[in-house]
């Protein structure tokens, strides 16, 4: 079991090995104090099986490798679920949103699982070599993050599902972003600065450092952790706990020296969910700091216009 740690970088360390026993009190306040002063924290310990993530990364390079030709056949569509790459981003037929410029890594999403019996994901954006392994992954994954999102619940003094049933049955998205090498010191790819707007997001990294987040008016490179997620607070959760949790903008590069893989698990709200302060943060001297919003809407617009900075925490926050 590993105590209060943090990575070279400083980002925080936390293992969740007894997050369902005697140690789930101390979990709970190292995601507390991360989620306010971070809004990142490595996790350790999380319970995904190790052996299906180096699968599942695999199979993504493998079709990262592919010819241009071949991953044409699943590019982005009009529902944002596809493959996209710098190399085909004037082509009429890719669909673009906020975070897709022409320097955009070459990526890969699609919606793999969701909690709502009525509405299972379309599969066909999904390679069939990769799909097992995706829905395998997305399922381990999504009940990780299920069990840091009761912490965060009851770090925030509510009951440990208050949080999960705020955002009704939720969707749960995977990406795969892509980094060949740097050719003649230039970047091939990046994925510019931005805060995620879903409650929660884990992201698994190789070895190969490149993600940067914005703390205290500076970038910090983060160093990976071996066999950790990193668990970014997404923009939902600073709403929900009203300011008390932060999202933070981050960014991603290439290497000089490696190829970069990392694989981002996104869960989302029901697009029919309400979010707000939850009232039961709310008093005398704690009044609301954001507006309520439609999550379907605001996601859309802020899909279709660009992701720049906190866009959605922006957006909801009440001035004065």
């Avoid at 306040?29 to 809004?39: C, D, L, P, R, T």
């Avoid at 319970?47 to 010819?67: E, N, S």
């Avoid at 793999?112 to 395998?136: F, G, H, K, Y």
């Amino acid at each position: 079991m590993v105590d209060d740690m943090s990575s070279e970088d400083g980002v925080p360390v936390i293992d969740l090995a007894d997050i369902q026993g005697p140690g789930l009190e101390r979990i709970c306040e190292q995601i507390a104090k991360a989620s306010e002063e971070w809004g990142f924290f490595h996790i350790v310990n999380h319970g995904v099986d190790l052996d299906l993530i180096r699968r599942t990364q695999k199979a993504y390079i493998d079709f990262f490798h592919l010819p241009t030709q071949e991953k044409r056949k699943y590019m982005m569509t009009a529902d944002f679920e596809g493959w996209s790459s710098p190399e085909v981003y004037n082509d009429p037929d890719l669909m673009k949103f906020g975070l897709t410029t022409a320097k955009t890594c070459e990526f890969m999403y699609h919606v793999a699982l969701s909690r709502d019996p009525n509405q299972q994901p379309a599969l066909s954006t999904i390679p069939p070599a990769l799909r097992p392994m995706v829905l395998e992954f997305a399922k381990e994954v999504t009940a990780a993050q299920e069990r840091v999102l009761a912490a965060m619940s009851v770090a925030l003094g509510l009951d440990a599902s208050a949080l999960q049933n705020r955002f009704g049955p939720a969707d749960v998205g995977i990406r795969a972003n892509y980094y060949p090498l740097k050719r003649e010191g230039k970047t091939v790819g990046e994925l510019p600065a931005h805060s995620d707007l879903p409650a929660i997001v884990f992201l698994f990294a190789d070895k190969v450092p490149g993600l940067e987040i914005r703390k205290d008016e500076r970038w910090v490179r983060v160093k990976p952790v071996a066999d950790a997620f990193v668990v970014n607070v997404a923009d939902c959760l600073e709403v929900l706990s009203n300011g008390r949790f932060r999202s933070a903008e981050h960014r991603g590069a290439g290497s000089e020296a490696e190829e970069r893989i990392s694989m981002v698990s996104f869960y989302m709200p029901s697009k029919a969910a309400t979010i707000g302060p939850m009232d039961e943060l709310l008093d005398e001297t704690h009044p609301a700091r954001f507006r309520s919003a439609n999550f379907g809407q605001m996601g859309l617009e802020l899909l279709s216009t660009g992701l720049k900075g906190k866009g959605f925490v922006e957006a909801l926050r009440i001035e004065g």
